[in-house]
Structure formats: C-alpha cells, structure tokens
C-alpha cells in the first residue's frame, strides 16, 4: 500500500521569500513510503554551497534550500525501525513430533510398552489374559465391531501350522497367509468380508492379526514396520517379510518353543 504523505516546506529564514505567481499553491511535496522498501536515505554527498548570487530561477533556491536548512522532522511514520527483525513465517504450533522412542504406551493389555512387541503366554497366563480381541468391519454392511480370539487355542492351532509346515515355506509366506480369508460379517453374513481395523502403526494389535491369521491384511509397509523394531530383516517382498512377521511372533508368544 503506498501513503502519500503531506507535509510542506519551509524555506530558510536567510533566503530571500521566493517569488511565485500568485497561482501558484504552496509547494506540496508527497513521500512515498512502501512498507517492502527501507526508509529512504538522505543523500550522502555533501551539501551543495549556497550561491546567494543565483537568484533569477525559484526552482533552484527551493533545491538548495532543501539541502541549507536543517532536515525538518519528518513526521512520524508508522515505519518498523530499519534493524527491526524480519517477520518471519510462523512456525507450526503444533506440539513437537513424536519421537520415535521404543518406549511406548502399550496398546493393548496383551502388547508390552515396546512398538511391535507382545507377551508371552507365561505374562498372559498369569495375568489372566486368554481372550484376545480386535476391532473389525464389514467391508459390505460397514458395520464395526470387535472378533475375540482364544489365546491358548488359537496360539496351538497357528504354531503348530507353522512348525508343520515350515520346510515348505522356503521363507516365504503361503498364499494363505499372504491372501487371507476374511471372517464372515456376523451382521450381514457375508463371507470372508469382515477387515480387520488397522489404526496406526503403533497401535496394530499384531497379536490378534496373527491368532486370527490376518497379518496379510497389514501393507507391506506396516509389515516393515514391525520387522524393524523386532530386529528383522525388513527388506524383500512382502511374502518374505509377513513370514518373518509370522515367526518373530510365534517367538515372542512362546520364546521357550522357538529359539530360531
Ligand atoms: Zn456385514
């Protein structure tokens, strides 16, 4: 935005009243100020010596007389000091990012306070643990809500899977695990519908993925996740690190009977 700004000129005392005609107003001089420009500088080359004997053109005394008399105090300008510090772009207020400590609320009663950890069945047991249950929903009727698992029957029915089937696996997922069945919907009661709900990384409930053979349902991203703050290999596609998955977490449900 440009101001003008008004004030007048005065001539020095000593200097002769400049003729004018009688048309002609007192001599407006407008300063233009834009607030992305610094203050003008007064000119720095020294004043220019008053010649009294020059007194035939006005225009000219005006000139002089503007570098003889002391600066009038301009007025004040609502002008930021020279040095003021530039504004600079807001910084979010948001609250400082989340670190990535291993340290973290666990997420569930069955998962421990280390990201992609869970507890073992000695933990569980003794804590009266044996129902593990997850959010779900229908990918038809879209309809939530929670599935419960068995612990010790469910742990026993994909552990054994595993140790059976293992040498067939060639470290690779099977197809079962990579495309699994989906629960049917107990709402509508459509067949292999019901997704399990995944909320952040953090927050997946790996242990009741794995009873209810679901980890396939998590992106390959997520399944890295989980590989690296378990120590595992996380690089591959993603049947070689849902295998990794499946096994780091028949590890830490009973470390006793998998020492791999
Ligand atoms: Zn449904």
């Not at 400049?18 to 834009?34: E, I």
């Not at 007064?42 to 220019?48: N, T, V």
């Not at 709402?187 to 953090?202: A, I, L």
């Not at 996740?225 to 070689?240: I, L, P």
Request: hydrophobic fraction near 30%.
């Amino acid at each position: 935005m440009i101001e003008p700004l008004d004030f007048s000129i005065q001539l020095p005392p000593s200097q002769p009243p400049v003729t004018t005609t009688d048309q002609d107003p007192p001599l407006p001089m407008f300063l233009f100020v834009h607030p992305s420009q610094p203050p003008q500088q007064p000119p720095q080359q020294p004043f220019p010596p008053v010649n009294t004997n020059q007194d035939s053109d006005p225009k000219t005394k005006l000139t002089m007389s503007l570098y003889s008399t002391p600066p009038q105090q301009p007025p004040q300008l609502p002008l930021p000091p020279p040095h003021a510090p530039r504004r600079n772009r807001r910084k979010p207020s948001h609250a400082p990012r989340e670190g990535k400590s291993p340290i973290i609320a666990p997420p569930f009663p069955w998962a421990t306070d280390h990201r992609a950890q869970v507890h073992n069945l000695n933990y569980l047991t003794e804590n009266q643990i044996t129902t593990i249950s997850g959010d779900v929903e229908c990918k038809r009727c879209e309809k939530r809500y929670k599935i419960e698992y068995n612990l010790e029957q469910k742990y026993q029915q994909v552990s054994s899977y595993v140790a059976m089937h293992m040498h067939e696996f060639h470290d690779r997922a099977p197809k079962k695990w990579m495309s699994p069945t989906l629960p049917t919907c107990k709402f509508c009661h459509q067949e292999n519908c019901v997704k399990p709900v995944m909320k952040k990384k953090k927050g997946i409930n790996w242990l009741f993925l794995f009873l209810g053979e679901l980890v396939g349902c998590c992106t390959l991203a997520q399944l890295k996740y989980f590989c690296k703050h378990t120590g595992n290999h996380r690089t591959g596609a993603k049947d070689r690190v849902l295998f990794l998955t499946y096994l780091e977490l028949c590890k830490q449900v009973s470390p006793d009977r998998w020492t791999l």
